[in-house]
């Protein structure tokens, strides 16, 4: 990752360049964007009383949001200590491969340990191989399988 480059929580400021990655991820997942839940989600990361965060990578030259991670703790019935999701990673497409995707995981996993929470876990669809290939050098595939209600 460039020197230009830094990984921080988003802030109050952030808002439009997070929204922009926001859209163009779930685009990619062929989710139709809605402001509603852009900005309720922004707002949750502000609010220090919910345990949900986002970061950006920023380039500082330009000042743009190259990518994105979103993620929160919960309490789990399997442990004692929370767990994190890793709900949401995205890098833009002109700045891929450069290890931004690495860097935002590994920036969860060191605030994930600030927390004493190192418990971080995350699922992709399984055609996203290109992800697959940075997760299985960051982290290893369990043999869970996720099923979800029907029609939600």
Known sequence: MPDSIIIRQVQEG??????????????????????????ANFQRFLDPQIKMWAALAIDLETGKALGMVNYFSHITTWATKDKILLNDLYVDETARVRGLGRQLVQYVYDEA????????????????HRAQILYTK?????????????GH
């Open 14 to 39: 952030d808002q439009r360049e997070w929204e922009r990655l926001w859209k163009l991820f779930q685009i990619f997942h062929n989710v139709t964007p809605t402001d509603e839940l852009s900005k």
């Open 113 to 128: 340990d600030k927390m004493n929470t190192p418990h971080v876990y995350w699922c992709t669809d399984y055609f996203n």
């Open 138 to 150: 960051v982290g290893y595939q369990t043999s869970r399988v996720i099923y979800r209600r029907t």
